[in-house]
């Protein structure tokens, strides 16, 4: 066949990416195009995205991918969820997105629980309450901007965001709007339960894309301001998670746990049905959708977010340490007896990394780690055990016996952290793709165009274009016993 290219727009909480995929039928050949930074902005003590310079930037990429004149067939957004924006009646925006970091939504927590608990709210939704989640965000707004009831007339996710910006089509994606905190978790349409209790217009939001869909070709003011040739827009898999699990080569039907491991680490089960019982809500487990319109019973944990802050502060202190250098440090520790809980709130925030290690250690009565080495192990190990924790939280609570783990993303280049996984878990781990979010949004496109016809077809795809490597849990090893200790350790931090 003639060759294929597709681009993926990838926003990461730091930087953006525009990558293209060329296809040939067979397999993918994935490459980075043009990157770029994607940093909130602060403005008024308000935290928002810069939504005009991320939409020049990925016109820039759209333009260097056009370059070698293989001709551009469709183009697609995935980021992370729960973030949005508000358009007015001639779909200008009304004001630059928020980022879900901003702290506008603390001071209304109270009175949204007044409203509709905590548990009425995971009953319904699946999502896990949360802060940040986009029904207390917009119920924010609406007590500090009354006005928005008479002047938004729609609501965008910020893919839909980017795809609208890009054909002019307004839509609403169905795994971004999974984690919004809006949708009924059993219909997967929006819940009237919800807009009604918190009274946000309903109007605000459109039917939900599920699957994939074109919207429209390219919008003719950007083919001729960049001089290229129209291609599609789709609403693929917008959750830069689920373009990332649609990217798993699983290896075979066993029940396998997944980890998407990153900055953060999002650790689940795909499963056809939902998980909304008491216990679920009580162990910090959500339901998100997937490409599919099956769910992702997931837990959201620190991923390498401390060792990347450790490298950060080492740096400042005039020691240049690389990740692998940290890794081969950690390696040479055999002896470690000490663990934290990554997910600790006090680990949340940038800043003194190793102090923070070394206090949380002290506080529970084990030995403070002193050298470096030993600090990176510490918290290798304890991720390992994260990731353990909440792999027997679902197996406990759908019932089902996972038999092994498939990992992807950028952290599976720590080789130390998927042995240690494995020797943990006593289940073997595979690994790969490491670039599995625009891979998989390059999936969701060759779905909706028909150029592959299931799941099964995509997961064929991507063992013939991905390399994958599996680890077996060392025998010998005495991880899985020390277990217990951790358990007992988070117990007393508690």
């Given at each position: 066949?003639?060759?294929?290219?597709?681009?993926?727009?990838?926003?990461?909480?730091?930087?953006?990416?525009?990558?293209?995929?060329?296809y040939n039928g067979?397999?993918?050949?994935?490459?980075?195009?043009?990157?770029?930074?994607?940093?909130?902005?602060?403005?008024?003590?308000?935290?928002?995205?810069?939504?005009?310079h991320l939409f020049g930037e990925i016109k820039i990429g759209i333009k260097k991918a056009s370059a070698d004149g293989i001709p551009i067939r469709s183009i697609s957004v995935d980021t992370w969820g729960v973030d949005y924006a508000y358009l007015d009646q001639n779909g200008d925006l009304l004001y630059q997105p928020h980022c879900y970091r901003d702290n506008r939504?603390?001071?209304?927590?109270?009175?949204?629980?007044?409203?509709?608990?905590?548990?009425?709210?995971?009953?319904?939704?699946?999502?896990?309450?949360?802060?940040?989640?986009?029904?207390?965000?917009?119920f924010a707004d609406l007590q500090e901007k009354p006005h928005l009831a008479r002047v938004a007339e729609r609501v965008l996710f910020?893919?839909?965001?980017?795809?609208?910006?890009?054909?002019?089509?307004?839509?609403?994606?169905?795994?971004?709007?999974?984690?919004?905190?809006?949708?009924?978790?059993?219909?997967?349409t929006w819940s009237d339960s919800v807009f009604e209790t918190l009274e946000i217009?309903?109007?605000?939001?459109?039917?939900?894309?599920?699957?994939?869909?074109?919207?429209?070709?390219?919008?003719?003011?950007?083919?001729?301001?960049?001089?290229?040739?129209?291609?599609?827009?789709?609403?693929?898999?917008?959750?830069?998670?689920?373009?990332?699990?649609l990217a798993i080569p699983?290896?075979?039907?066993?029940?396998?746990?997944?980890?998407?491991?990153?900055?953060?680490?999002?650790?689940?089960?795909?499963?056809?049905?939902?998980?909304?019982s008491q216990a679920a809500l009580e162990a910090n487990l959500t339901n998100e959708g997937c490409f599919d319109g099956h769910y992702r019973i997931l837990k959201n944990t620190t991923g390498l977010w401390i060792v990347q802050e450790l490298q950060r502060d080492w740096r400042l202190q005039g020691e240049d340490i690389s990740f692998a250098e940290m890794v081969n440090l950690a390696r040479n520790?055999?002896?470690?007896?000490?663990?934290?809980?990554?997910?600790?709130?006090?680990?949340?925030?940038p800043g003194d990394m190793e102090a923070k290690v070394k206090e949380r250690c002290h506080m529970t009565n084990q030995p403070v780690p002193q050298s470096k080495g030993e600090v990176v192990r510490v918290v290798l190990e304890s991720l390992a055990f994260a990731y353990r924790q909440t792999v027997e939280q679902i197996e406990s609570l759908t019932g089902q016996k996972i038999e092994q783990i498939h990992m992807v993303g950028g952290g599976i280049q720590n080789e130390l952290l998927c042995q240690l996984t494995a020797d943990v878990s006593q289940k073997p781990v595979l690994t790969g793709p490491i670039e599995a979010s625009a891979l998989g949004n390059i999936l969701a496109q060759l779905l909706t165009l028909g150029e592959i016809q299931d799941r099964q077809a995509a997961q064929k795809l991507v063992?013939?274009?991905?390399?994958?490597?599996?680890?077996?849990?060392?025998?010998?090893?005495?991880?899985?016993?020390?277990?217990?200790?951790f358990q007992a350790s988070m117990k007393v931090g508690s």
């Open positions: 066949m003639t060759l294929m290219k597709l681009l993926a727009i990838d926003l990461g909480a730091s930087s953006g990416r525009v990558m293209q995929a060329i067979h397999s993918i050949q994935l490459s980075e195009v043009h990157r770029f930074k994607n940093e909130p902005m602060n403005v008024n003590d308000g935290l928002y995205w810069n939504i005009l939504m603390g001071q209304y927590e109270e009175t949204f629980y007044k409203k509709i608990s905590k548990e009425a709210l995971f009953e319904e939704t699946g999502v896990q309450p949360a802060c940040i989640n986009t029904v207390l965000q917009i910020m893919p839909d965001l980017i795809n609208y910006l890009l054909s002019g089509v307004l839509s609403s994606e169905y795994t971004i709007a999974s984690s919004s905190g809006l949708l009924n978790i059993n219909s997967q217009p309903k109007k605000w939001f459109g039917e939900v894309i599920q699957g994939g869909r074109v919207l429209r070709s390219l919008s003719p003011r950007i083919t001729q301001e960049l001089k290229i040739e129209p291609f599609d827009v789709i609403a693929g898999a917008g959750h830069d998670t689920a373009a990332a699990v699983y290896a075979s039907e066993q029940p396998t746990a997944f980890i998407s491991c990153g900055t953060w680490s999002l650790v689940g089960l795909e499963s056809q049905n939902p998980v909304t520790v055999t002896n470690n007896r000490s663990w934290i809980n990554p997910n600790d709130a006090i680990f949340a925030a063992k013939d274009s991905e390399k994958t490597k599996q680890y077996q849990a060392q025998e010998g090893s005495d991880l899985a016993q020390s277990y217990q200790e």
